[in-house]
């Protein structure tokens, strides 16, 4: 992480700066904008200001110069500004249209980001679709995928973007965008993305059948997946706030309420009267009048004052009401039950935290120059 990021003395709680510049990089663009809860599509100057981490503000904690490049990954800011200068908008445009027609946008898009970039990478390997023929099997084929949605909001954009300006811009780079413009909609932080990141022609079922978290875990292999990937405890916890949003089926977490690790009882790190909801909702999966109904779940922002992107994922669990058991496990340990409990009673700190982790997820093993490709179509293997 220190490599990545740069802190600035006078703004030690609040500006972060994301990568480390080289003195002899020659700055393709002056202006700068910030990691912000919400989006300054206008760019803004940076200006100081000093604070406390306590009460500072997520709409000014980070300062990125556009057109730069990163040494690491070789993506950099603005990156289509001259090929395809309106792929962010257009980015942008639909994922807004995609919000209001489906209120499962938000969830399904980070859903996919995650479960791309987890695997080998963001490289939009997980968008493949199975090619039999081929003897090519997908990774969303696979038992911890079978639940994705979103594909279609993906194809939607790539085809849009394709008619402005053809195999230019990446099903990679347009995942982590729609991804990151769900967020802001929901109430989320807008956080700074390169781009430039190439597509895989390859899929990866293997990994994404063992290596992806599950909600089953304890916290010790939950850290240790996370570790792997290069995030640490206060990362991992923040990642995981993305469970704020969305709903969660009854087969995920029907295995606590009753027959809890084969006991005969129920997860007792379960609240009594929470784990009464929990059996009311899974309880009316039968069904009624001979038709055949949708699996119930339970919304992850039940008892939220709001639903959109907030803290109450973080008081659930510090009040022993989490859904997933993977998720309640996060106060099992102390050193994430701390930032459990900061981000319940901060949620600047939390805005500002997640902000940061998204743009570390993002930017995992990407593909650039002869290592990737640029496809037509995101769920075809070339």
Request: hydrophobic share 40%; net charge negative; proline share 5%.
């Amino acid at each position: 992480m220190a490599k990545r990021f740069m802190v600035s003395a006078v703004l030690l709680a609040l500006v972060t700066c994301l990568f480390q510049r080289n003195q002899k990089t020659k700055f393709l663009h002056a202006t700068s904008f910030f990691v912000s809860s919400k989006p300054p599509f206008s760019r803004t100057l940076f200006t100081e200001k000093s604070s406390s981490s306590s009460s500072s503000s997520s709409d000014d904690i980070g300062m990125i110069s556009l057109g730069i490049r990163d040494p690491l990954t070789g993506l950099e800011f603005d990156y289509y500004r001259e090929n395809c200068p309106r792929s962010e908008r257009i980015v942008r445009s639909l994922v807004r249209q995609f919000h209001i027609a489906r209120p499962d946008a938000t969830p399904s898009l980070l859903r996919l980001v995650f479960h791309d970039c987890f695997v080998q990478g963001c490289d939009a390997s997980v968008l493949l679709d199975s090619a039999e023929a081929e003897g090519f099997q997908s990774e969303k084929d696979t038992q911890p995928n079978e639940t994705l949605k979103g594909f279609e909001l993906i194809e939607l954009i790539k085809a849009e973007i394709e008619q402005e300006c053809p195999e230019i811009v990446s099903c990679a780079d347009i995942l982590v965008l729609a991804a990151r413009e769900a967020v802001v909609l929901s109430g989320g932080p807008f956080y700074p993305l390169h781009t430039g990141r190439r597509d895989s022609s390859m899929s990866f079922p293997e990994i994404a059948s063992f290596e992806l978290p599950n909600p089953h875990d304890g916290i010790i292999k939950t850290l240790f997946s996370f570790a792997s990937r290069g995030f640490n405890e206060r990362e991992t916890v923040a990642l995981l706030g993305a469970h704020n949003v969305g709903i969660v089926h009854c087969k995920f977490f029907h295995n606590r309420l009753y027959n809890f690790g084969g006991s005969g009882e129920p997860d007792p790190s379960i609240e009594p009267e929470f784990l009464d909801l929990l059996r009311s909702k899974c309880n009316n999966s039968r069904a009624r009048n001979g038709a055949t109904m949708e699996e119930p779940g339970m919304l992850l922002n039940y008892g939220a004052s709001s639903p959109e992107f907030g803290t109450h994922y973080f008081r659930s669990l510090v009040q022993g009401k989490g859904i997933l058991y993977a998720d309640q496990q996060l106060m099992a340990s102390e050193g994430t039950a701390q930032w459990v409990r900061a981000y319940a009673a901060d949620g600047p700190m939390f805005m500002r935290d997640f902000a940061q982790a998204m743009m570390k997820l993002s930017n995992l093993r990407v593909l650039t120059g002869p290592l990737g490709e640029i496809r037509r179509v995101c769920s075809m293997y070339p």
